[in-house]
């Protein structure tokens, strides 16, 4: 079955009308929990109407990650008319719909729903007069492998990874024996087939994803070996980018799974190689006139210096957000090639804020945070993003110096005084229980949603990681 061809309804009654014209058989409702998982249920077609739309449909939020105590769990999910799509994986007709959540006592939209802290987000850029769209661009980075295996036992731990294409591959029996062609560790970069073993599959994941509405731009393999690939959306407004990133990666992962591969956001799963990162492209634009555009420092304006200013004032704290999983930080590491470094370049592609020199266009200025990787909840990490920007607008906060010097001919002491993204995630998540006020600010975030991020982040992630012994700790020590 065919995508939706990228139908936008305006009306639940123009879904219904939908639903009943193309004999759609089950209807999927679906969020994202707090941690960045998309959750559903289906209902018969027959039993959605109207009523749906307008009241709401219960369920157990109590049973959702980071959401409510078990005595307080009925809550509401109210299907969202404009984000209805044909699901092209499901073996019966099934629309899809993205939904936002409420509390069925108050009748008030849930302050722990990532996609109201996003919308509460947009409103308040609105509100301060400073822009009225804030244009989004990821560039979310993902790994095809041929099989995973894992296991995190008391007895033992081990995991492994395996692709037709990796580099240790070069010596594997193969049906039909081995045709060679694999490529080494950072030589991902653009090798045409049959070096690259995934053009198709890839153009299967772009095919299915304009099919869905999800704008695509260019797709190609990246540096690492082991099939990571990049797949770029065309920028759109924030909360409309969010929900097509979560389409993207269902996509992806499906098409995978279709066809014998295994597809991962983690960020970093090789030892050795590049790891998955997602780059943020981010513009404000008021009255159909882009804003970051001037003629300032790499032909921006003084406002984007602002932004940029706000961002790397609160980098350290954006981080928890941007790159919340333990794993994130085998990837961001000092030394290396990831941006780490806490200061803006037009050149330096380690530095935590790039700005593109593609086109001279007003309209394509735009700034680049390169530190986000695709394991974020895009709803919390783009709206962490736009309020430490709109902070740097309000407050004038100056940038500092662009950082365009060759890091690696830096002298130690002068790379000592380059600020770095923090060393891991516990220190990420302590650096935002010091620095969120910014995000307070108009209601976006509330207190409580913070303090749940954090204490779910370091109780359920970085305290059960760090209680774990780790197979390389046999390496190293078991002949002490």
Same mark, same amino acid.
């Given at each position: 079955?065919?995508?939706?061809?990228?139908?936008?309804?305006?009306?639940?009654?123009?879904?219904?009308?939908?639903?009943?014209?193309?004999?759609?058989?089950?209807?999927?409702?679906?969020?994202?929990?707090?941690?960045?998982?998309?959750?559903?249920?289906?209902? !018969?077609?027959? &039993?959605?109407?109207?009523?749906?739309?307008?009241?709401?449909?219960g @369920?157990?939020?109590?049973?959702?990650?980071g959401?409510?105590?078990?005595?307080? *769990?009925?809550?509401?999910?109210?299907?969202?008319?404009?984000?209805?799509?044909?699901?092209?994986?499901?073996? /019966?007709?099934?629309?899809?719909?993205?939904?936002?959540i409420?509390?069925?006592?108050?009748?008030? +939209?849930?302050?722990?729903?990532?996609?109201?802290?996003a919308?509460?987000?947009?409103?308040?850029?609105?509100?301060?007069?400073?822009?009225?769209?804030?244009? @989004?661009?990821?560039?979310?980075?993902?790994?095809?492998?041929?099989?995973?295996?894992?296991?995190?036992?008391?007895?033992?731990?081990?995991?492994?990874?395996?692709?037709?294409? &990796?580099?240790?591959?070069?010596?594997?029996?193969?049906?039909?024996g081995?045709?060679?062609?694999?490529?080494?560790?950072?030589?991902?970069?653009?090798?045409?087939?049959?070096?690259?073993?995934?053009q198709?599959?890839?153009?299967?994941?772009?095919?299915?994803?304009?099919n869905?509405?999800?704008?695509?731009?260019?797709?190609?393999?990246?540096?690492?070996?082991?099939?990571?690939?990049?797949?770029?959306?065309? @920028?759109?407004?924030?909360?409309?980018?969010?929900? %097509?990133?979560?389409?993207?990666?269902?996509?992806?992962?499906?098409?995978?799974?279709?066809?014998?591969?295994?597809?991962?956001?983690?960020?970093?799963?090789?030892?050795?190689?590049?790891?998955?990162?997602? /780059?943020? /492209?981010?513009?404000?634009?008021?009255?159909? %006139? !882009?804003?970051?555009?001037?003629?300032?420092?790499?032909?921006?304006?003084?406002?984007?210096?602002?932004?940029?200013?706000?961002?790397? %004032? /609160?980098?350290?704290?954006?981080?928890?957000?941007?790159?919340?999983?333990?794993?994130?930080?085998?990837?961001?590491?000092?030394g @290396?090639e &990831?941006?780490?470094?806490?200061?803006?370049?037009?050149?330096?592609?380690s530095?935590?804020?790039?700005?593109?020199?593609? *086109?001279?266009?007003?309209?394509?200025?735009?700034?680049?945070?390169?530190?986000?990787?695709?394991?974020?909840?895009?709803?919390?990490?783009?709206?962490?993003?736009?309020?430490?920007?709109l902070?740097?607008?309000?407050?004038?906060?100056d940038?500092?110096?662009?950082?365009?010097?060759?890091?690696?001919?830096?002298?130690?002491?002068?790379?000592?005084?380059?600020?770095?993204?923090?060393? *891991?995630?516990?220190?990420?998540?302590?650096?935002?229980?010091?620095?969120?006020?910014?995000?307070?600010?108009?209601?976006?975030?509330?207190?409580?949603?913070?303090?749940?991020?954090?204490?779910?982040?370091?109780?359920?992630?970085?305290?059960?990681?760090?209680?774990?012994?780790?197979?390389?700790?046999?390496? +190293?020590?078991?002949?002490?």
């Amino acid at each position: 079955m065919s995508g939706g061809n990228g139908r936008r309804f305006h009306s639940p009654k123009e879904v219904l009308d939908f639903i009943k014209k193309e004999g759609v058989q089950f209807v999927d409702f679906r969020f994202l929990d707090f941690p960045g998982t998309w959750q559903h249920f289906s209902m !018969p077609a027959h &039993a959605v109407d109207a009523s749906s739309f307008e009241e709401g449909l219960g @369920f157990d939020g109590s049973s959702i990650r980071g959401w409510k105590a078990i005595n307080e *769990s009925d809550m509401l999910v109210m299907p969202l008319a404009e984000t209805a799509q044909l699901d092209p994986f499901t073996k /019966h007709k099934t629309v899809f719909m993205i939904c936002a959540i409420k509390d069925p006592i108050t009748k008030e +939209l849930y302050q722990k729903d990532p996609r109201n802290i996003a919308v509460k987000a947009e409103k308040f850029l609105i509100s301060t007069g400073i822009a009225d769209q804030a244009f @989004f661009g990821p560039e979310a980075e993902f790994f095809i492998f041929d099989s995973v295996k894992y296991s995190a036992e008391p007895r033992g731990a081990f995991y492994e990874i395996d692709s037709i294409e &990796a580099a240790w591959n070069t010596g594997r029996e193969e049906e039909g024996g081995n045709k060679g062609h694999k490529l080494r560790h950072k030589e991902g970069y653009f090798p045409c087939p049959p070096s690259d073993k995934f053009q198709d599959l890839r153009s299967e994941m772009v095919v299915e994803l304009l099919n869905l509405g999800v704008d695509i731009e260019v797709h190609h393999h990246e540096v690492a070996t082991s099939g990571q690939a990049e797949i770029d959306m065309r @920028f759109m407004p924030m909360v409309d980018m969010a929900d %097509k990133l979560l389409i993207y990666k269902y996509t992806i992962k499906n098409v995978a799974q279709k066809h014998g591969y295994t597809a991962t956001f983690m960020p970093k799963p090789i030892f050795g190689d590049n790891g998955s990162g997602m /780059h943020v /492209h981010m513009s404000l634009w008021k009255e159909g %006139k !882009p804003l970051f555009a001037g003629d300032g420092y790499a032909g921006l304006s003084q406002m984007a210096l602002h932004y940029i200013g706000g961002i790397l %004032k /609160h980098a350290k704290a954006l981080t928890a957000l941007t790159n919340p999983t333990v794993n994130s930080y085998k990837r961001l590491v000092p030394g @290396f090639e &990831a941006p780490v470094n806490l200061a803006y370049s037009s050149r330096n592609r380690s530095a935590a804020v790039r700005i593109p020199m593609y *086109s001279e266009n007003p309209k394509t200025k735009r700034i680049e945070a390169r530190f986000p990787d695709p394991s974020c909840n895009p709803y919390l990490a783009f709206s962490a993003m736009l309020m430490a920007g709109l902070d740097g607008i309000q407050n004038k906060i100056d940038p500092g110096q662009p950082l365009d010097k060759d890091l690696y001919d830096l002298p130690p002491e002068e790379l000592a005084k380059v600020e770095k993204t923090p060393y *891991s995630l516990r220190d990420a998540l302590l650096e935002l229980e010091k620095d969120h006020e910014f995000l307070l600010v108009g209601d976006v975030f509330t207190k409580d949603a913070i303090d749940t991020w954090i204490n779910y982040k370091l109780e359920k992630e970085v305290q059960a990681v760090d209680l774990r012994p780790n197979p390389y700790e046999f390496f +190293l020590y078991y002949d002490i």
